[in-house]
């Protein structure tokens, strides 16, 4: 079992930043990647970043290259989405995942956090 909760959510105007964090706890031993997936109302949920939990290696939707960044802290059992640049178009809730069933990196978590919402004013 792996748990994770979400904070940093927030209005913000456009142009502005937010840092997501997610805390991560149980056994991550077992995790090969952290992702991060956002769902806009009436929208169905999608990728946005993702990175490899042993190695860092960050992976990311075309739509937000160059304006975020993922990262993380093994030590601290903590994943991140520094969000730069911000549009209303970035406007959702967005959702921290764990995957341990698969070493893919856009494969569907096996757990989620209840997510945070970001609200982007224009």
């Known amino acids: 079992q792996v748990q994770l909760v979400e904070s940093g959510g927030g209005l913000v105007q456009a142009g502005g930043s937010l840092r997501l964090s997610c805390a991560v706890s149980?056994?991550?031993?077992?995790?090969?990647?952290m992702g991060w997936f956002r769902q806009a109302p009436g929208k169905e949920r999608e990728f946005v970043a993702a990175?490899?939990?042993?190695?860092?290696?960050?992976y990311y939707v075309d739509s937000v290259k160059g304006r975020f960044t993922i990262s993380r802290d093994n030590a601290k059992n903590a994943v991140y989405l520094q969000m730069n640049s911000l549009k209303p178009e970035d406007t959702a809730v967005y959702y921290c995942?764990?995957?341990?069933?698969?070493?893919?990196?856009?494969?569907?978590?096996?757990?989620w956090g209840h997510g945070t919402q970001v609200t982007i004013s224009s």
């Open positions: 149980g056994h991550t031993y077992n995790i090969y990647n």
């Open positions: 990175i490899t939990w042993g190695g860092g290696v960050p």
């Open positions: 995942g764990a995957i341990v069933t698969s070493p893919l990196v856009r494969t569907r978590p096996d757990y």
